[in-house]
C-alpha cells in the first residue's frame, strides 16, 4: 500500500493513499489496527468526517470501506447514529464460512471432512492425557458429559452437546491453530448433522441407543485420559470417531460431494 502522510488543519496526522482500490486499502489499514490491538472490541471509529480526513478519501470510498469490514464482522455499523462504528472481535464463524463454500466448489467429499476429525481429534486427546496435571481437565470433561447424558433422547440437542464434548478436547489440547481448524469443521459437519437427526426421529429406539454408545465412549475417553494412557486413549477415541462418520454417512454415495445448500 503506497501513502505519504501530512498533516490536518487541527494538526493531526493524514494518511494518504493512492490506489484504485482504495476502499479495500482503507479496509485493510483499519483491519490490521483492530487485529494488533490498536481498536480494541467495543472500540468506537471516529466518526466519519475524521476518518475521511485521516485517510484523504471521499465518504463514498469510505462508507464501502465500512461495509467490507461490516461483511467481514469486525465492525458493526450503527445505522441512524451519530456515533461512528462499534469494533467487533474477529470470528472463527466467518472463516468456517468460507472455509466451507471452498471445500464445496473443491468438490470434497462428506467422508474428507467427516475423517479429518479422525486426525484431529484423537492427536488432541493424547495431548491432553501426556499432561501432568490432568485433574482439572478431567473435572472440565466430566462436567461436560453431565450436559450431554440428559439429552440422548433429544436429537436435536444431542449432536450439539456432544460436539460441545469435541471442542472442549480439542481445546483443552492448548492449540490455537488445531482449535480454529476444528471450528471451521463445524460449520461444515453442521450442515449435515440434519439428516442424522431425521433418521433417529423417523427410529428413536435406535437413536437413543447411538446417542448411549457416544455418552459412553466419552464418558470412557475421560476415564483413559484420567488413567494417562496416552496410546490407549488416543486409538480409543479415533475407533469412536470412526465410528461416529459411518453413520453420518449412512445411506450417502462416498464420492457425493459436500453441501452446504441442499
Keep these: 500500500m503506497t501513502s505519504t502522510e501530512g498533516t490536518t488543519s487541527s494538526g493531526g496526522t493524514t494518511r494518504q493513499l493512492h490506489s484504485p482500490k482504495m476502499a479495500e486499502l482503507v479496509a485493510a489499514d483499519v483491519r490490521r489496527r483492530i487485529v494488533v490491538g490498536e481498536l480494541a472490541v467495543d472500540d468506537t471509529l471516529p466518526a466519519e468526517p475524521d476518518l475521511m480526513s485521516e485517510y484523504g478519501v471521499s465518504r463514498g470510498i469510505l462508507r464501502e470501506a465500512l461495509r467490507i469490514l461490516e461483511s467481514e464482522s469486525l465492525i458493526e455499523l450503527r445505522r441512524g447514529s451519530r456515533l461512528g462504528a462499534s469494533v467487533r472481535a474477529p470470528q472463527a464463524r466467518v472463516a468456517a464460512q468460507y472455509f466451507g463454500l471452498l471445500l464445496q466448489w473443491r468438490g470434497t467429499t462428506l467422508r474428507d471432512v467427516v475423517y479429518s476429525r479422525a486426525i484431529l481429534e484423537p492427536g488432541a486427546v493424547r495431548e491432553i492425557t501426556s499432561f501432568r496435571k490432568r485433574a482439572p ?126
Design 137 to 262: 481437565l478431567v473435572k472440565e470433561l466430566s462436567e461436560c458429559v453431565g450436559h450431554v447424558a440428559p439429552a440422548v433422547d433429544d436429537f436435536s440437542r444431542f449432536g450439539v452437546l456432544a460436539w460441545d464434548f469435541s471442542k472442549l478436547l480439542v481445546q483443552l489440547a492448548g492449540n490455537q491453530t488445531l482449535t480454529l481448524q476444528h471450528e471451521m469443521l463445524e460449520e461444515v459437519i453442521n450442515a449435515h448433522v440434519a439428516r442424522v437427526e431425521a433418521r433417529f426421529n423417523e427410529s428413536p429406539t435406535r437413536g437413543v441407543k447411538a446417542n448411549t454408545l457416544a455418552l459412553r465412549a466419552m464418558e470412557r475417553v475421560i476415564a483413559l485420559v484420567d488413567a494417562g494412557d496416552e496410546q490407549v486413549a488416543e486409538d480409543y477415541w479415533r475407533r469412536h470417531i470412526v465410528a461416529v462418520g459411518a453413520t453420518m454417512q449412512e445411506g450417502i454415495d462416498e464420492t457425493v460431494r459436500i453441501d452446504l445448500f441442499g
